[in-house]
């Protein structure tokens, strides 16, 4: 944030100063030299014994257009270098870059060529590069850290169920009915945490889940009983029956989007959840591992 609010600022700033103070490509014709008459007294024929006087065109004023497309190719040189350099040490494992770091490193390098052209060439095109760059940087904050796309996760055995699954912007879906012995699962807390996008977690019968949902600003499927604040932000909870299977507490949080809770009946399972309203099973003809 503090470096969008900068460089936004950098960016108005040298928009401001540019438009007050930068004049045409060249500097603006000096008048006549001493001695040289205007067009119209040098029609006026001389004077007997008097020397016809001559116009002499003014020097030529600095070519800040040359200097401007110079600057522009040499920021856009700089751009690529770092972006090839960051690029580079993500692949290679070097460092953990997130998203943002991209268009905010090109937004800083931009910032600082329109400084540095307040005094040398002034390359207006990097001003709308700039405000292009600035978007981006503030969409890939709200995107957040990855991965994005579309991720399934279907651990078969408890051991293989994550503590925690975060996404950034696309579709995560979490399957439960795969795992094997579920009573290992009592007592656990699994985070799902995503950005944008679409949230799916499949729950069989066979586990008690305490699921609670919250968005920021979007909607929830798969409960009865949706609470709304406005502005797009819903909470929801689903309470299972207090009986013999194993316990497990599920938080689900997403920024913006939509949010699935969907429970998978096991066979001749007991089939009581306060809040619940949908039983969707989403996989095939298979008996899952944790109707066992």
Do not use: N
């Amino acid at each position: 944030v503090p470096v969008i609010i900068v460089s936004l600022t950098a960016l108005a700033a040298v928009a401001l100063f540019s438009r007050r103070h930068d004049g045409p490509d060249q500097a603006p014709s000096p008048g006549p030299p001493t001695g040289v008459t205007s067009p119209a007294a040098a029609d006026r024929p001389a004077p007997p014994g008097t020397a016809a006087p001559t116009l002499t065109a003014p020097p030529p004023g600095p070519a800040r257009r040359q200097h401007g497309a110079k600057l522009f190719w040499v920021t856009t040189a700089l751009i690529a270098i770092a972006l090839g350099t960051i690029w580079i040490l993500e692949e290679t494992g070097y460092a953990d870059v997130p998203l943002s770091m991209y268009p905010g490193t090109t937004l800083g390098i931009i910032a600082a060529a329109l400084v540095v052209g307040a005094w040398y060439g002034r390359s207006r095109v990097l001003i709308p590069l700039g405000f292009v760059a600035s978007l981006a940087t503030i969409a890939a904050g709200i995107i957040g850290p990855g991965p994005h796309g579309e991720r399934t996760y279907r651990p078969a055995t408890a051991a293989e169920v994550r503590a925690g699954y975060q996404h950034g912007a696309g579709q995560i879906t979490v399957h439960l009915e795969d795992v094997a012995h579920v009573d290992r699962l009592d007592g656990r807390t699994i985070d799902i945490t995503a950005s944008v996008g679409e949230v799916r977690l499949v729950v069989p019968t066979s586990i008690d889940a305490t699921v609670t949902a919250h968005v920021a600003g979007g909607e929830i499927h798969g409960t009865t009983e949706v609470q709304d604040f406005g502005g797009g932000e819903r909470r929801a909870k689903l309470i299972p029956a207090d009986d013999a299977d194993p316990d497990v507490t599920i938080d689900v949080e997403l920024r913006y989007g939509v949010i699935l809770v969907y429970r998978f009946d096991c066979p001749e399972a007991s089939y009581g959840s306060i809040g619940q309203s949908t039983s969707v099973w989403m996989g095939d003809d298979r008996d899952p591992a944790a109707c066992d």
